[in-house]
């Protein structure tokens, strides 16, 4: 599974320029990102944050870099222990320097499997102890709420100025059913945003979500989903942005109706929670965490839900069963007379 990523500030990256222009010459990691890209298949999101932290061990480590690249066979056991302390000392979160060094180690491996390096100097390097952190959830009130959010907020955005071409009432529809069906399928807002019209089928009320590493499984399309769907469908049709055959991106932009970013919802996310009255720090992930919660809590076991996320690992999953215990104890301390 690759390092997860995250995202960087563009005053971090640009501290870095002279590094990441290093890198572009060096043939290792020029070979390391076809690697990613072809083999892995990652996206380039996460080939960006390989990047940013081989970048980072340049500037923490100068002396192995040169004109022409970095001499990656001269780093050591040694050095790589540093810098893992050295990550850890700069104050980030631990979870953040195990990140960065899995990256490294990834890097390295594929530098022995090129036969470039004789060794892998960070295989020996241990991460950081972390605590379980719950990924907070909202509760099935919480959820209705925020899914209707987006017909609330633009009502009333387009009772407050002049929309002669119906941007609100699109955007409403799209988002509506965009949130819908992240909740429905339990989806990460870039599968979400990935999806072709193709991919829907409203018969079998199911569609086809590609994940992390390309990776194809299908999901189930809620009847609260399928309503949200074929109403912004209608609604598209009528803007003019692709007829109901049109293949493509199933999620447009209203100016140009090309597929919408990840960015563009998560800026207007932000909008629906204030609308519905939640707080500032969750995110499109949230309901996602959301939907495996809501799963288990039902009755729902462990397999099915690992397959409809789409975890390549049933210990990824098992963190939600965590939370339900949290919730089954809360209800048995209120209500139980000998708690």
Known sequence: MPAKSEKHKPEDIR????????????????????????ERQYSEHTVASYLFDLAQFVKMNPDYAGEEGVSWERVTDLCARRHGMGLAEAGMEKTSVNRKLS?????????????KVQANPFSLVSGMKTGKRLPKVL???????????????????????????????????????????????????????????????????????????????????????????????????????????????????????????TRSLERSFKNYLAEAGLSADCTPHKLRHSFATHLLAAGA????????????????????????????????TKAHPKA
């Open 301 to 332: 076991d462990l397999p099915t839900v690992q397959e409809l996320l789409g975890h390549a690992s049933i210990t990824s999953t098992q963190i939600y069963t965590h939370i339900d215990i949290g919730r089954l104890i809360e209800v048995y």
């Open 103 to 115: 990256s490294l180690r990834s890097f390295f491996r594929f530098l022995m499997r090129e036969e």
């Open 139 to 261: 509760d099935e009130e919480q959820v209705v709420n925020l899914l209707e959010a987006p017909a609330r907020y633009w009502a009333r955005v387009s009772a407050n100025k002049e929309d002669k071409r119906g941007d609100a009432e699109y955007a409403a529809a799209r988002d509506a059913a965009a949130l819908e069906v992240i909740y429905s399928g339990g989806l990460r807002i870039s599968e979400a945003i990935g999806l072709d019209l193709e991919d829907l089928d409203f018969l079998a009320r199911r569609f086809k979500v590609r994940g992390k590493g390309r990776k194809e499984r299908f999901c189930f399309l809620g009847q609260p989903a399928t309503r949200a769907l074929r109403e912004y469908l209608s609604v598209r049709d009528k803007c003019g942005f692709g007829g109901r055959r049109d293949r493509g991106a199933l999620f447009r932009n209203q100016k140009d109706g090309s597929r919408l970013t």
């Open 15 to 38: 501290e870095l320029e002279k590094e990441r222009n290093l890198l572009g010459k060096d043939a290792c990691v020029q070979s390391f990102v076809l690697y990613l890209r072809q």
